[in-house]
């Protein structure tokens, strides 16, 4: 079993948990992630590796609590453990000749955007960080961001924290005003990686998306993750989740991740209220 040593509440909705686990800290790279089971009874459910620490041995995991095991999960405290913690898993991010990079972040997806731009800055590059959130309520990482960036814009959907708008707006302006990048790296809902492909397709930028298709088994086994790139069925757990944002097909991603969505929202809740997946 592993051993959570942190716990942190980042928002109302959103959780991080430093969990024990050396021999996965010894090998996790950015873009991995891992399978859990909190219980005997529970199911598996992938989580994106946010953080990780050598030295220490853990693995960090940012989540929001939108279903039955992401409350399970956020209802745990320090020194309780997690029964299955399985990884790394997929394809670790690599950025060889990179010298400047564009690394965004859509609301939750700040939290698997934040170890690629760790990376990137501590390979030397320079990292421009554009995040962005609907309100200033909501923000996470801002400290951590900071830390691994060059430039760091935090944007909301209502202005409350000063920029509003959309990040592709921001990087869409940012290119306009002759920003040069190797790479654009975006991490978020569907469509908003869609629109930041649509934005740097013109120039030419390579663009690297994170895809977080249904995925049960993470070992390509089961066929739910697959994901069109290029014309070719890929599996995200297997071949991804990293892809070149270019090459994937939005329109079938988007309409697979609706698939159970009617059946999510009439399920109730046992704790309270609906469950969202």
Known sequence: ?????????????????????????HKAEP??????????EGERVPFTIADF????GTVTIIFQEVGATTQKLGQLQEGDKIEDFCGPLGVASHFDGVKKAAVIGGGLGTAIAYPQAKKLHGMGVSVDVIAGFRNKDIIILEKEMAAVSDRLIITTDD?????????????????????????VIAIGPPIMM????????????????????????GTGMCGGCRVTVGGQIKF?????????????????????LSMYKDSEERHKCRLEGVLNG
Do not use: W
Not at 159 to 183: H, M, P, Q, R, W
């Open 194 to 217: 869609k629109v930041v492909c649509d934005i740097t397709r013109p120039y030419g930028i390579k663009t690297i998306v994170s895809l977080n298709p249904i995925m049960v088994d």
């Open 31 to 40: 873009g991995q992630f891992i399978i859990l089971r909190v219980d005997r």
């Open 53 to 56: 620490d050598r030295e220490k």
């Open 159 to 183: 202005g409350s924290n000063g920029t509003k708008g959309f990040v592709s707006d921001i990087l869409k302006k940012l290119l306009d005003e002759g920003a040069a990048y190797d790479v």
């Open 1 to 25: 079993m592993y051993r959570i040593i942190r716990k942190e509440i980042l928002n109302p909705q959103v959780k991080l948990l430093e969990i024990e686990a050396p021999y996965i800290a």
């Open 236 to 256: 995200a757990c297997v071949d991804g989740p990293d892809f070149d944002g270019h090459e994937v097909d939005f329109t079938e991603l988007m309409r697979r």
